[in-house]
């Protein structure tokens, strides 16, 4: 199955890079939202990447909105993560890849590697965009500013 523009994005909770349970329900009809799946904590993509969601936090917030990041490494390494790029997001670890395949996140490189896949939902948990490319890394930020200005 994969998730497409229309469609509502599953429930899931999942361990944040504090240890702590976060529900996707706790945001649901309070503000809009953009998570995007990553292949791997502190590889050079990865990294370029979480920091340009990092430089453009304030705008997210500014057009109503939280950021999500999710991988499949764990809560530990999702903390030194954050930690040593000052991230202030949410980062939350999806062990084993289940949600990955719940949104049908395609892999990348001969299947090689974890697909890159950004989901722009409004409030009541429907995706508006999705945006998935592997190379063009900051193109997942301004895309994702663009759709959530539009939708304001």
């Known amino acids: 199955m994969t998730l497409k523009p ?6 899931f909770t999942l361990p944040d890079q504090n240890g702590k349970n976060f529900s996707i329900g706790s945001l649901l009809s309070k503000k809009a ?3 995007y799946f990553y292949p791997k904590d502190e590889t050079v993509g990865c990294t370029k990447q979480a920091c340009a969601f990092r430089d453009h936090y304030q705008d997210f917030l500014d057009a109503g909105a939280e950021v999500i990041g999710i991988s499949s490494d764990s809560e530990e390494s999702h903390v ?4 040593h790029h000052n ?6 670890s999806d062990k084993g890849s289940l949600l990955r395949k719940q949104f049908g996140v395609p892999t ?19 995706i508006e965009y ?10 997942h930020i301004t895309e994702a500013l663009r759709i959530l200005k539009e939708l304001n």
Not at 80 to 83: E, L, N, P, V
Not at 87 to 92: A, E, K, M, Q, V
Not at 108 to 126: A, E, F, H, S
Not at 130 to 139: A, D, T
């Open 6 to 11: 229309g469609d509502k994005i599953p429930l």
């Open 33 to 35: 939202f953009v998570i």
């Open 80 to 83: 030194s993560f954050a930690g």
């Open 87 to 92: 991230l202030p997001f949410i980062l939350l």
């Open 108 to 126: 990348d490189m001969m299947g090689l590697l974890p697909g890159r896949v950004t989901y722009i939902v409004n409030k009541q948990g429907v």
């Open 130 to 139: 999705i945006f998935n490319s592997q190379i063009r890394i900051k193109k």
